[in-house]
């Protein structure tokens, strides 16, 4: 049986075609958030022509949105290109992870089916960081208790405030820092965006375990994690695919 798993961000929506865990074919589309649901028809159809796969083939789907604007739009989509029903990630569905914060239905499905795909894969206690427009940390206990964490400005969202905010500053878009005691402007300016968002996660990470009084297995995922992971000085697991992942367990879980 495959799947399709949709993972809908503020601006691109990861389709991910899946056979169990396993990714057998992906694609990247726009987020539209005008309610019309024929672009994301012609854009499933085009994203099964690239991965050489036909409607027949897909058994279900499910949706993890942060942009719930596109819901309605994406379902209607699905219903007619795979004659399926789509299902959708929330608080209330079964995800073997208690959610011990005030307000569970605040949870983003983001953040559900990150630390579902995380808690599949390494177990717990854990920490999953993901890197995108925002940047959050949240917890899972050694008794996989969801208990809340952080939210901070993404790497490129701060740096976009920054030359916002400044008149001499200029617009970067390449997050590969030649040393952190930087000389130029440029290059100061990443050292401040990746060095700094490393030593942030790493301190994070440190401040959440003392307060937990557990040790953290992290797992990170997320647009901008892969430029970011790597400068993080504590064992930190990079899982790209980690959202796709959690959707497919989610779906095992609540397909009956």
Known sequence: MMILAIDVGNTNIVLGYMNGTTVVGRSRIVTRRDGDA????????????????????????????????????????????????????????????????????????????????????????????????????????????????????????????????TSLLPDLSDLTPKKCIASLTEDAMLSGAVFGAAAMIDGLIDRMEKELGQKLTVVATGGLAGCIVPYCTRPIAYEPELLLKGLAVLYEKNKD
Not at 50 to 66: F, H, K, R, W
Not at 93 to 106: A, H, N
Not at 143 to 157: E, Q, S, T
């Open 38 to 165: 024929a672009p994301y028809v012609a854009d499933f159809r085009c994203s099964l022509q690239e991965n050489s796969l036909t409607p027949e083939q897909i058994d279900g789907a499910i949706l993890s949105s942060v942009v719930p604007e596109t819901d309605g739009a994406l379902i209607a989509a699905v219903h007619e290109v795979f004659s399926c029903d789509c299902m959708t990630v929330n608080s209330a569905m079964r995800t073997d992870m208690k959610i011990c914060i005030e307000e569970p239905d605040t949870l983003g499905a983001d953040i559900i089916t990150g630390c579902v795909g995380a808690l599949d894969g390494y177990g717990a206690p854990l920490a999953v960081v993901d890197m995108g427009t925002a940047t959050t940390v949240v917890v899972v206990d050694k008794d996989r208790n969801y208990l809340g964490g952080a939210i901070i400005p993404g790497v490129k969202l701060a740096l976009q405030a920054l030359t916002a905010g």
